[in-house]
């Protein structure tokens, strides 16, 4: 873990954090045979939470069931997930939200007009 996650993570962001890393890890145990995983969660300009596996790849599927819910949390909070394949094998899943919600027109700090 980098940056300041026991500060800065707005309550949102860390609700539904914990869902998707239990989808990733999920899908390593299930699908992946994989030897190795590794998480990193770090907080910047974004919150990003990054899984990545050493096993066999999603080859083309597409993302289904618990990846669209992934998907579904990224967006609801202004954020996008991707789906890599790491050079030396493995599937990567990058789940990246702003840490700051964007806030209505005129919004500074939190606070509107």
Do not use: C, K, Y
């Not at 239990?22 to 939470?49: C, I, K, M, Y």
């Not at 289904?64 to 094998?89: D, F």
């Not at 990058?94 to 500074?108: D, E, K, M």
Request: net charge negative.
């Amino acid at each position: 873990m980098d940056g300041p996650v026991d500060t800065d993570v707005p309550d949102e962001t860390g609700d539904q954090a914990p869902a998707v890393l239990a989808e990733a890890l999920s899908n390593t145990v299930r699908h992946a045979h994989a030897q190795r995983v590794d998480v990193r969660f770090t907080v910047g300009a974004d919150v990003v939470l990054t899984v990545t596996d050493n096993g066999v790849g999603i080859g083309g599927a597409a993302p289904s069931g618990g990846l669209v819910n992934t998907r579904s949390r990224a967006e609801l909070l202004g954020g996008t997930p991707s789906i890599e394949a790491p050079e030396a094998g493995g599937t990567r899943v990058v789940w990246r939200v702003p840490r700051a919600a964007p806030g209505p027109a005129g919004a500074a700090n939190g606070f509107s007009p």
